[in-house]
């Protein structure tokens, strides 16, 4: 199947900083990418789409400012978590589709302290 | 809106039991059903894809299958193993397949030697 490489799979970051979460497509072109969040013994929950080329479009409840998401090649999204909070401590994970499935990155846990 | 369920939220079983996992989704129109697994503090693994024309995929000790007009797919294990141990989680692609996935909550295994 398809690789979806995410970066870092882990990161700690005090309060009020700014976290960066890369999502690659290394053997397929993605014109749609999806970033979901988990949180502890909690299901995957969609927070956006992410287009090349044009703006996310964000799930209900999920500030735009809060969780930048940046699609500005066919095989590279980035995620970035404004002034972390703790409570934006979770699981991020992003997924590409090739043809009539998903693939999946490896997600990354972030921690805010 | 597609809601996703899974039923039971946990289950512990001796190995070597045959067991099933049921997920059941709201909307008919459903394109296609994916099963993942995934294991503690990990990213997610995809077992068995079906696709919208399909009704079952097998691999391995897996089945899965889908009854669009039921609304449900089942995630049949043999002959479980301890190795089994893990989430099972069911997600289903929107009608027009854009690649975004709504998940279920999972199931969480446990096999028992």
């Known amino acids: 199947g398809a690789v979806v490489s995410q970066h870092p799979s882990w990161v700690i970051c005090k309060s009020g900083t700014s976290v960066k979460i890369e999502c690659r497509s290394l053997?397929?072109?993605?014109?749609?990418m999806f970033w979901y969040r988990q949180f502890p013994k909690q299901s995957l929950m969609l927070m956006a789409t992410s287009n090349e080329g044009s703006k996310a479009t964000y799930e209900q409840g999920v500030e735009k400012d809060k969780f930048l998401i940046n699609h500005a090649s066919l095989t590279l999204s980035t995620l970035t978590v404004t002034s972390a909070h703790p409570e934006d401590s979770s699981f991020y994970i992003c997924s590409a589709s090739s043809v009539a499935e998903a693939f999946f990155g490896q997600g990354t846990r972030l921690t805010v302290v | 809106k597609q809601e996703v369920t899974q039923i039971p939220a946990a289950l512990s079983v001796p190995e070597g039991e045959n067991l099933v996992l049921n997920c059941s989704f709201t909307d008919s129109a459903i394109y296609n059903l994916q099963w993942f697994r995934q294991d503690p503090g990990k990213g997610l693994t995809s077992l068995l894809l079906?696709?919208?024309?399909?009704r079952e995929q097998t691999s391995g000790r897996l089945n899965a299958s889908l009854d669009k007009s039921s609304g449900r797919s089942t995630l049949y294990i043999a002959a479980s193993q301890p190795g089994d141990s893990a989430t099972y989680l069911c997600a289903g692609y929107g009608s027009s397949n854009t690649g975004k996935l709504i998940f279920g909550q999972g199931t969480t295994l446990q096999v028992k030697p």
């Open positions: 079906i696709q919208s024309s399909q």
């Open positions: 053997d397929f072109q993605a014109t749609t």
